[in-house]
Every structure is written in structure tokens, then in C-alpha cells.
Nanobody, 123 residues
Framework: VQLQASGGGLVQPGGSLRLSCAAS????????IGWFRQAPGKEREGVSC????????YYADSAKGRFTISRGNAKNTVYLQMNSLEPEDTAVYYC?????????????????WGQGTLVTVSS
């Protein structure tokens, strides 16, 4: 199982980024994908997840109304569209996966992790 997160970068407050998580060795019909982030000096926190098959999604309160998780036409890719970004969103963003029907937002619930992509929101 391999996960490749990409799409991070430097963006001004109010801007947007789309993160991608490309998965290999698994089928998203059976695996859930979660997005997490970790800011300097803080614990890793769940941001969003999408269940196997794409039927259920979860958003942390900080992401609701601003972030959208989706599965791409390339079937083994999951996207996190992030709009109205704030300096507080600055963090390394990771995607993770596990065999699951539902959606999980605790890092301990996931088995495989990508390498992370840095998002910096600053003027």
C-alpha cells in the first residue's frame, strides 16, 4: 500500500488549494481515506474522511463549509478542496487509509500513511 499526498504550497489568506492523495495497492471501493494535519507543536488532527465507495464523508468543525473531500475520476485518487484558507490552516497535511466501510477521524484508526504535504497560509 502506498499513498502519495501532493498539492500543498504557499497561499494567501482567503485563497484555495486542492490536495491530492494518490493510492496504489488498494481499491477505494474497500478502503476509507482520511485527511489529517499537524501544525508545529500540535497533535495530529483529523480534517476529513471519505468512506469506501465514497458514500459517507466527515468534516472536522474547522473544515465544515470550507473543505470538500471527493474521489476523482482516476479512481484511486482522493481530493481535498480547501477554500477560504486561514493562517490557522497552516500545517503538514497527510492522507491515510484503512479497510473500512465507515469513516474514521482518529489517527490511531488508520493503518497506512502518506508522506505529507505542507500547506502554508500567509500574506
Amino acid at each position: 500500500v502506498q499513498l502519495q499526498a501532493s498539492g500543498g504550497g504557499l497561499v494567501q489568506p482567503g485563497g484555495s488549494l486542492r490536495l491530492s492523495c494518490a493510492a496504489s495497492g488498494i481499491s477505494l471501493d474497500y478502503y476509507a481515506i482520511g485527511w489529517f494535519r499537524q501544525a508545529p507543536g500540535k497533535e495530529r488532527e483529523g480534517v476529513s474522511c471519505i468512506s469506501s465507495g465514497g458514500t459517507n464523508t466527515y468534516y472536522a468543525d474547522s473544515a465544515k463549509g470550507r473543505f470538500t473531500i471527493s474521489r476523482g475520476n482516476a479512481k484511486n485518487t482522493v481530493y481535498l478542496q480547501m477554500n477560504s484558507l486561514e493562517p490557522e490552516d497552516t500545517a503538514v497535511y497527510y492522507c491515510a487509509t484503512r479497510v473500512a466501510y465507515g469513516c474514521y477521524h482518529n489517527p490511531d484508526d488508520y493503518d497506512y500513511w502518506g508522506q505529507g504535504t505542507l500547506v502554508t497560509v500567509s500574506s
